[in-house]
Structure formats: structure tokens, C-alpha cells
């Protein structure tokens, strides 16, 4: 399957009749799930409108690079940092000779000129403009410089002459453009990702919650993102930035983030549970602060729902991975939360005063995990957590790929885990 899930190309079209097809690619190129912004030339526009390709591409178009107003929103410096490549479809004789000359008088010109990804070119010319010495001498130029040639094809042309000049096909161009990304171990899937704290309020200004800081989960959804996965993550109150690419939902509560999963959870291959959820929250919620008064106050306190055990069984087919953060005897209540919430693989980690190795975990950037399965473990030794969370995915995307959806655990009880020799790592 052709795909650039998480690729941003920059789709630069210029004079040519084929400009035309430029919107049949900006939608393929979308549907092989690439974010695509247009750059048109002055050309182009006698070929087909701006909003045309705004319209396709669900963004505005860039045409000027003397505009303020475009420059202020993403600049064409900003443009070319932002792309992971670049495809000029069609490409006019005039644009391949200014991009021979270096000119970056145009907009399009100046992407390509500061842009530091590949960048492709599908030339589109009547044959005897293809063939012509000068032409040939710029394909030459640009080819030495690295840029790349997708086509052009041999067919019928707009002129009415059959020869080499067409515009390659649309599809081919998109699998061309997909053949130049590494296909990550988790491309075409969706990842649910939780992470940090849930507040449980007391009262408007009062909650109970705990030391999670998020940085565990939100490395996680980084490294699904570069696994090539689509991620959504459903978060509790944390003070990290969304990591590029992914989708975060903001929530406070367990009962929200259960909302906000089940929301979620429409065509999601993995779900993998990072948030420390609070297992108990107040029976009562004051509307009003609470006044302090003398001697002790108890509050009642209720289970919040165990929201990996509820997705998981309203989800089987949905591969689970838990997290069990423990003071003491790790192995062993890591291996019963794995059968009692029904799901195919959790991670350990020790947490507070017994984490001395890792600083305790929370909040830390450093991190040691303990994987567990059906018929198997694997201990991943004191890392930072960005490359823990990157050994979690591929063990995760290799498990996953070999997961048969057969009940590996039943009856409540714990099989018997089989060490792996094969070092972390
Ligand atoms: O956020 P950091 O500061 O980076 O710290 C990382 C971490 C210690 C929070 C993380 O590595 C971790 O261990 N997360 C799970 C913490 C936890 O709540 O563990 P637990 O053993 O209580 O829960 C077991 C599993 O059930 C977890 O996957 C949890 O998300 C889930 N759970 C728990 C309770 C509940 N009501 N609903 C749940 O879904």
C-alpha cells in the first residue's frame, strides 16, 4: 500500500496545461495521508485558480514571496523547514531553467533554493521543448545537484504531438514520492496513546492526584509518530508540549479520560496505556470550597474505572499494552494486572524511594521498563525514556505483527513468562 501517513510535501505547480491534474494529486497525495501545502507560480494561475488547490489541499495557497501577510503566517523559509519534500507537478521548461539558474525571484523558487529534503520535479513540455539542447543542458545541471526526475512520460500530448513530455500519471507520482520515505515499522497504523495524571476533585479548588509528569508517555506517542504511526494522545494535566504530529486531547478526570478514549478508539490498531490514572476518586464532589475546621476530616472515596480493562473488553481485537508502576514486588503485580485486565503485553516500572536507578521515575527523563507477555519477557535496563519509549515501539510493532488474536492468558491465573535471551536494545 502507498503511503505517507505523517509526510508533509509542499506541491509546487507551475505553467503548464498538466497544472490541471495538480488537484487530482494534491487529493491522492492527502489520501495516501500526506499534509500538503501548494505553491503555485505566476504561471500556473492561467492553468487553474488558487482556490481550486486550496480548496483540495484544505489549506490556503502560497503564491507571493513578497506577501507580508503569507509570510508572517509561514514564511518561505518556514515553508521549506517545514516539508519533508518537495515536488514541483508539473514542471514547466521555464520553472526547471530558473531552478537550473538558482533564481529564487518567485516563491516556489526560493522554497526549493532553502529547502534541505528531497526535491523531485515532473517535467510536463511539448516533446521538442524536452528535447531542446537548453532543456537538456538544466535537466543535466539539476540532476547533478541531487533533485530528482520523476518522468516525463512518452503519450499524447496537450499539443495534439505524441512523444516524451507528458506529466507522469498522477499514482505513479505519488508512489514515486512515497518510495523515497523508509517505510517505519508502524506505517498505516493508529496509535491510542494516555499519558500523565488524572485529578480527582474534592472540591473547586482540591484535587487527588499523583506525581506522573506525562514524559513517559508523551516519548511514547513521539516514538509511535516516528514509527510512522497515526497518534492520538489522551492526556491528564501535564506542563509538556504536544509532540509534533500528534493529536492530544485534554482531560482532568479518569471519567473523562475513559470519555475521551472511548471517543477515540474508531480504527485504532494499539492502545498503549501510560497515564497514571487515580484508582479511587471522592464519592462526594463539594461545590463550595471546604472550610477548615478542627480535628480530622475523612472523606469517602470511590473507585474511578479501571479504563484499560473497560476499553480492552469493548475493544478485543485492539492490541493493549499496560503500564504498572509498583513500589515493591514488580514482577509479580505486573503479571496479574496483565491477566486481570485482559490485555496482550505490560511494562513495569519501579516507581519512588525503590526507583533509586532511575530517580524515581516520576517526572524523571530517565526511565527502566520490565516487558511482559503471554509467554515471555524482556528487560529493557536504565535509559532515557525518548529511547526507552523507541525500544518499546519496536518491540510493540514486532509483537504486534506476529499477534494472532488467540486468548494467550485465561482463567485468571498466570502462565509461566519465559526470560528472552536477546539483549535490549
Ligand atoms: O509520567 P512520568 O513522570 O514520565 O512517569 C511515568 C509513569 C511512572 C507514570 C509510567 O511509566 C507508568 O508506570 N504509568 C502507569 C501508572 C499506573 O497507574 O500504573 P497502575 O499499575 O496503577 O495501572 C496499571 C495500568 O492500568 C496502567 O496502564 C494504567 O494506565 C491503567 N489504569 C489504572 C487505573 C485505572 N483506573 N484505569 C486504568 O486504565
Same mark, same amino acid.
Given at each position: ?98 531552478? !537550473?539558474?538558482?533564481? *529564487?525571484?518567485?516563491?516556489? +523558487? @526560493?522554497?526549493? &533554493?532553502?529547502?534541505?529534503? =528531497?526535491?523531485? /520535479? ?96 508523551? !516519548?511514547?506517542?513521539? *516514538?509511535?509518530?516516528?514509527? +510512522? @504511526?497515526?497518534? &492520538?494522545?489522551?492526556?491528564? =494535566?501535564?506542563? /509538556? ?106 511494562? @513495569? ?77
Amino acid at each position: 500500500m502507498t503511503t505517507l501517513t505523517n509526510k508533509r510535501i509542499v506541491l509546487g505547480v507551475t505553467g503548464s496545461i498538466a497544472a490541471y491534474k495538480s488537484a487530482e494529486l494534491t487529493r491522492r497525495l492527502r489520501d495516501a495521508g500526506a499534509d500538503v501545502r501548494v505553491v503555485m507560480t505566476r504561471g500556473a494561475e492561467a492553468f487553474i485558480t488558487p482556490l481550486t488547490l486550496q480548496a483540495v489541499s484544505g489549506h490556503p495557497v502560497h503564491r507571493h514571496l513578497l506577501d507580508t501577510e503569507a509570510e508572517a503566517g509561514m514564511g518561505h523559509i518556514e515553508l521549506a523547514r517545514w516539508a519533508d519534500a518537495i515536488l514541483v507537478a508539473p514542471c514547466s521548461a521555464n520553472f526547471l531553467a530558473a531552478l !537550473a539558474a538558482g533564481r *529564487a525571484d518567485e516563491l516556489l +523558487g @526560493a522554497v526549493c &533554493l532553502a529547502g534541505d529534503v =528531497p526535491l523531485a /520535479l515532473a517535467p510536463a513540455m511539448n516533446g521538442k521543448m524536452w528535447q531542446d539542447k537548453a532543456t537538456a543542458d538544466n535537466i543535466r545541471l539539476v540532476s547533478s545537484r541531487g533533485i530528482l526526475l520523476f518522468g516525463p512520460d512518452d503519450g499524447e500530448q496537450a499539443c495534439g504531438e505524441v512523444g516524451t513530455g507528458r506529466m507522469r500519471e498522477v499514482d505513479e507520482l505519488v508512489t514515486n514520492l512515497a518510495d523515497l520515505f523508509e517505510t517505519g515499522s508502524l506505517t498505516g497504523k493508529t496509535v491510542l496513546v494516555t499519558a500523565g495524571p488524572t485529578r480527582e476533585a474534592i472540591d473547586p479548588v482540591r484535587f487527588i492526584s499523583n506525581h506522573s509528569s506525562g514524559k513517559m508517555g508523551y !516519548a511514547i506517542a513521539a *516514538a509511535a509518530v516516528e514509527a +510512522g @504511526a497515526k497518534v &492520538l494522545l489522551v492526556s491528564g =494535566p501535564v506542563s /509538556l508540549p504536544c509532540p509534533d504530529r500528534v493529536t492530544r486531547i485534554d482531560v482532568e478526570s479518569a471519567e473523562q479520560m475513559l470519555a475521551a478514549v472511548e471517543a477515540g478508539m474508531s480504527g485504532v490498531d494499539i492502545l498503549i496505556a501510560t497515564a497514571a490514572v487515580a484508582d479511587y476518586r471522592p464519592v462526594q464532589v463539594h461545590a463550595e470550597k471546604m472550610k477548615k475546621q478542627g480535628g480530622h476530616l475523612s472523606l469517602e472515596l470511590e473507585p474511578t474505572p479501571d479504563i484499560l480493562a473497560t476499553i480492552k473488553a469493548a475493544h478485543p481485537k485492539v492490541f493493549s499494552v499496560g503500564f504498572a508502576a509498583e513500589t515493591t514486588q514488580l514482577e509479580e503485580y505486573a503479571q496479574r494486572k496483565l491477566v486481570q485486565k485482559g490485555i496482550e503485553m505490560i511494562a @513495569a516500572n519501579l516507581v519512588g524511594p525503590a526507583a533509586t536507578e532511575t530517580g524515581g521515575t516520576f517526572g524523571s527523563d530517565t526511565n527502566a521498563l520490565h516487558l511482559f507477555w503471554a509467554n515471555g519477557n524482556l528487560r529493557l535496563p536504565v535509559a532515557s525514556k525518548d529511547k526507552l519509549a523507541r525500544l518499546l515501539i519496536a518491540h510493540v510493532a514486532q509483537y504486534y505483527s506476529e499477534y494472532q488474536f488467540t486468548p494467550r492468558v485465561s482463567g485468571g491465573k498466570v502462565v509461566k513468562l519465559v526470560e528472552r535471551t536477546k539483549p535490549a536494545g
